[in-house]
């Protein structure tokens, strides 16, 4: 199965788009607890450890929020230098 999305030919990447409602982002610190909480929630108990130790490691964690609602997030460089997830989104 091929997962290819040519996301060059999406609207959201247009300067001028007023649909551009999801912002993608590093949590504060203040901010941790919430998110964390929010991913054993919303995937396990073993997500959370892995957002936290991306967040503890350069803040590598990113949540996309609309409207002050968490819908995803990612994580970058937490179990290893160049490693990509978790990722997860919820179904809206």
Known sequence: MDYLVKLYQNPFLE???NEQTVTVRKPIG???HIVLSWIE???NQKWRSEA???YSRNNS???AVENNKILGFCCF???A???FGPLGV???
Do not use: Q, R
Request: glycine share 8%; charged share 30%; net charge negative.
């Open 41 to 43: 929630t919303h995937f």
């Open 30 to 32: 203040p901010e941790k």
């Open 15 to 17: 300067k001028n788009s």
């Open 81 to 83: 230098k160049g490693f």
């Open 90 to 92: 919820v179904d809206s």
């Open 52 to 54: 936290d130790t991306a």
């Open 77 to 79: 460089d937490g179990t």
């Open 61 to 63: 964690l990113f949540v």
